[in-house]
């Protein structure tokens, strides 16, 4: 058995659920390779694996078969050098927001000391906006404001890997904006190693340097796609030709993972010209 080059890797990953009906095969011969310090984002048609895989990589979980390796090293069960993110950002209400983001530390075996990790607290929460609010209740901020400090929590012990369960699903189109600029200003001051599970094709596209497309349950890599937008990535770079393009492939990928289009090497229909914006004169306004 050799051991692994890359950050996290899945060998052949099958994975089946026992239920009282019967085994229910989610995953099927799945490989992944994300290198370290890179970004990888996951999408796929609801329900095709994609919470298991992630179960999977954080060892939560022990896949029926094939191997997990995370920084050259068989996955057997829960790594602390493993930092999580879910939709959900469940803070405690009975703790601030400082000792929320501290909470890992009460868990996860560190080197840091308790005045280290504060200061270190302090900073995440300066950098993703939110000093001022280290002593508030999390019930006294926002939605977005929760993720934020969300993130904070899950990095603070310097994780190796971090991994996201759809972490800004449930946030305004604005606000998830905002956190995914917040995401590369994170990763420029610390890199690490993200794998990302969403359901929005954008976020991906700006936030990856690669996207795997899973198949319908159960799933494999039905298609990887390297992003080649440069790095100091801006929203504006999701309206360049090449960004339209890689999302229109990403689409086409998911209908056929879905079922709904027939062929996975089908030709995307050709794109139409970019229409010429059109002037119309407002009744009354000096033209
Ligand atoms: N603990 C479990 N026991 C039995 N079946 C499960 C369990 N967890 C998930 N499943 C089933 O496995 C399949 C995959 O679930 P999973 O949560 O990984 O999907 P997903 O891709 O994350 O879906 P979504 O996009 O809706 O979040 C689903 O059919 C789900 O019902
Ligand atoms: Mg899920």
Redesign the pocket.
Known sequence: MTTSPYMIELREVSHA???KAGD?P?LDDLSLKIPENSFCAVV??????????TRLVSGLMKPSEGQVWLHSQLVTSPRPTVGMAFQNPVLLEWRTILENVLLPMEIVKSTMSRAEAEKRARHLLELVGLSGFEDKRPSELSGGMRQRASLCRSIIHKPDVLIL??PFGALDAFTREDLWCTMHDLREEEPCTCLL?T?DLRESVFLADQVVV?SG?P?HAQYVLDVDIPAKRKLDDLYTPRAVEMLATLRHQIQVAQGRAADADAPLAQHAPPAKPVRRPIPGAMQ
């Open positions: 659920y026992r239920t229910l989610v796929g048609p609801s329900g095709c694996g994609k919470s298991t895989l369960d759809e599970i359901h899973l349950r799933a």
